[in-house]
Each structure stands twice: as C-alpha cells, then as structure tokens.
C-alpha cells in the first residue's frame, strides 16, 4: 500500500536509456572484486543493479539498496536528452538483519512473560512434550 507521505518516485530505467562510464564501471569493477579484463561484465551488471535505483533529493543522485542484491549504490547521473549518464557510483555491502530474527535484543516478544514460563513448564526443561500426550489426540 502506498503511502501519502512519500509520493512514488519513478526508477532510473523508467526515466530513460542507462549508461554507465568508463569511469563508474571501474570504479565498480574494485569494488565488486572484478579482474581488469572484465570491465564490460561489471559494466552491465553495474547497469543493471541500478534499473531500480530512486531519485534523491537532489536531482542528480539516484540509489539503489536492496535485500536480495545485498548492495547499497549511490550514483550520480548526468543527464544528456533521454540518456542518463552515470559518471560516479559509491557503493557498499548491504546486509541488515532479517526483519524476523530470533537475534533481537530489547525487543518486546510477542507472547506475555507468564504464557512463556507456562509453555516451558508444560513442555518441561528440554523442550519435549510430556510423555503419554499425543499431539492431536483427544483425552476421554
């Protein structure tokens, strides 16, 4: 669901025609840990990583941070007609933690402290049902 405070900002490929320089693809070729012979490879991957890049406040940079690439690129772009050039990139690693780990100190759990307690009592001290209680059975 969108929100009204943050209107949608158009991607970097829908606003016009990718091409990366000499220069951010090197820069990205360090980077990424690429050999010098393959400047063209990390030329479209650099291309592609920024397809989904958003338009910051200023209107030359763009960034793309994503999950699932595990990379955070800020660059900026030049644009020339429906060509958009991207002369500089920084880019980074990214890997935040999963929005659902078991690692989160200080955070409230979403079971009450005294349903906790009786779930460990009932499951005992290892954590194994007591014997003679199937699960799915009923008592008579």
């Given at each position: ?60 940079m763009w960034r793309a941070r994503k999950r ?73």
């Open positions: 669901m969108q929100s009204v405070a943050e209107p949608t900002r158009p991607t970097l490929s829908e606003t016009g025609q990718i091409y990366v320089t000499h220069a951010a693809a090197r820069s990205w070729l360090e980077t990424a840990g690429y050999q010098e012979h393959e400047i063209e490879v990390a030329r479209r991957e650099l291309t592609e990583l920024l397809l989904d890049a958003r338009q910051q406040p200023d209107p030359r699932s690439t595990k990379w955070d690129i800020s660059a900026i772009v030049e644009h020339e007609g429906r060509l958009l050039v991207v002369t500089f990139i920084s880019a980074q690693r990214y890997d935040p933690p999963s929005r659902t780990s078991a690692a989160r100190q200080g955070r409230r759990s979403r079971f009450p402290a005294e349903s906790r307690s009786t779930l460990t009592s009932a499951t005992g001290a290892s954590g194994q049902r007591a014997p003679g209680r199937r699960r799915g059975t009923r008592s008579t």
